[in-house]
């Protein structure tokens, strides 16, 4: 039997070697092929997860917009009807203000109504503001020449000296494809809360205007930090900041936040809130260069 083996086995040999061969190519490329379809099958997975997630956000967005649009609907409504007789109460009021300008007292709680009226209207204002359509014109916007400006409009929340506003040469220096009006809208508004939470630091107040500009997935973009040394945001206010109406201040509109949050998106930008390191709070603007 030994012997037998031994003289058949280079023919048979080689035939089962070529069939091993061509076995071992078969699941090799069965292999290729399993692996292949394996990772297009892990890559359609991935894309499925990314377009549902996408197809979520675009839903969102489109039920915001169509919300935002029948709440501007009736802004605009009820705007008209309160403007009208306010502008009656300014006018006599004014005439109030000229006939009583010797009487010291009475011109005191007539100058208590304008005052009102004009914070009534600064709310109908910014509820139109929050609620109506933005048209955001971009163009190279000189941030430092809007921050000279927006500080110009603070000074008189300056005047006591409590707080002290940093704007750094990194924000100054930057451009941003912005609207000019809104980004100086944005920044008062995050300006004004940031000198208000500063106001209260018993050490003394300041706040920060720090920038920078760099590269994301080939686009290059500008991001903007206003800090201060406030008491920060406490975690159950942090998930409702940028809600329109929610205010912890006993004047507050709650809508500065929401306006501001708008005006961001309008730009194709995005708008974060956070606790800096050091305490107080970090508004973070990044927006197309
Ligand atoms: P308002 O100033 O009328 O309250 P905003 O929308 O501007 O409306 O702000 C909403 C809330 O966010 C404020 O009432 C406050 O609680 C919080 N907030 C805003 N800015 C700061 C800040 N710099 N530090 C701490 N809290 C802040």
New binding site residues.
Partial sequence: MADMNTTETPALNKASADAIEQLASVFSAYNDTTERMRYSYQRLQEDVVRLREELREKNEQLERKSRLAALGEMAAGMAHEIRNPLGGVQLYASLLERDLAEQDEPLQWVRKISKGVQALDRIVSDILAFTTEQMCVKEPVQVGAVLEEVLDLCRPRLADGTVCVHIDESAAGLTAAADAMMLQRILM?LLL??ID?AGANEAGGHVWVRGKRYEEDGDIRVRLDVA?N?S??EPG?LVK?FNPF????DT???????IVHRLVECHGGVITAANGADGG?VFTVILPA
């Fill in positions: 508004n809360n940031a939470a201060d406030g920060g945001i206010v900041i929610f205010t912890t201040k507050g509109t709650g809508l500065g936040l929401a709070a």
